[in-house]
């Protein structure tokens, strides 16, 4: 991370240690909060996902958050288990991997809900840019390497830009290559944009517009 193009994100940054500090301790108050009201929904959802197919209530996989540290992100499993050792580890339209289940949590999100561990850890904030696998980062830029700056986001405008991206991987020959040399540069200019513009009211913009776009 340490060249002359994260450099000018990271003088930027610098300058609003007071904006990143509220940031911090806003995403561990919401995050306890919504975890005390939306537990019976957690309980509903668990059973749900065990009921419906075989395999573990969560789903863990390791991403890539700020300063490039490695952590693991929590989700309700949506796909069938071993799903990445029969297909891409990006999601197509109509993913036959993705359960009965995981169609409607995918859909409204609800799948993200347990990331809010994630939050409380401090490894990832309600807005950021969305954690990648460490195969997709290895294909970043010099200046893609600045999205890494702050902490990796549950929502960002691009989630709600690409919130369609399985449609758009439907009909390719090759998910993966797609992704990286269409798809992802496309989404690192947005979150790049988020880095350079950070502050705590676009952060609760943003965070308004998920709900919105979710609802929708």
């Not at 065990?50 to 700020?66: L, Y």
């Not at 409204?108 to 980062?137: A, C, H, W």
């Not at 690409?162 to 993966?176: P, R, S, V």
């Amino acid at each position: 991370m340490k060249n002359d193009d994260v450099r000018k994100y990271y003088d930027i940054l610098s300058k609003k240690t007071a904006s990143l500090l509220f940031k911090r301790i806003l995403d561990f108050i919401l995050a306890l909060i919504m975890l005390i009201v939306l537990s019976p929904i957690f309980l509903i959802v668990a059973i749900w996902v065990k009921c419906d197919s075989k395999g573990s209530v969560f789903f863990r996989q390791e991403r890539v958050t700020r300063y490039g540290k490695i952590f693991h992100i929590i989700k309700f499993r949506t796909m069938v288990q071993n799903a990445e050792a029969i297909g891409s580890q990006v999601t197509v339209d109509h993913d036959s991997r993705v359960t009965r289940a995981g169609h409607f949590l995918r859909k409204t999100r609800l799948d993200e809900l347990p990331q809010l561990f994630n939050i409380l850890s401090g490894s990832m904030s309600f807005v950021g840019t969305r954690p990648e696998v460490m195969k997709y980062v290895k294909c970043y830029t010099p200046e893609m390497m600045a999205s890494l700056l702050l902490p990796a986001g549950v929502t960002s405008l691009t989630s709600i830009k690409f919130k369609d991206e399985e449609k758009l991987l439907k009909d390719a020959d090759d998910a993966d290559k797609v992704y990286v040399e269409d798809v992802l540069p496309l989404k690192m200019k947005i979150n790049l944009e988020y880095t350079e513009k950070f502050n705590i009211f676009f952060d609760l913009k943003v965070m308004f517009m998920t709900v919105i776009a979710v609802l929708k």
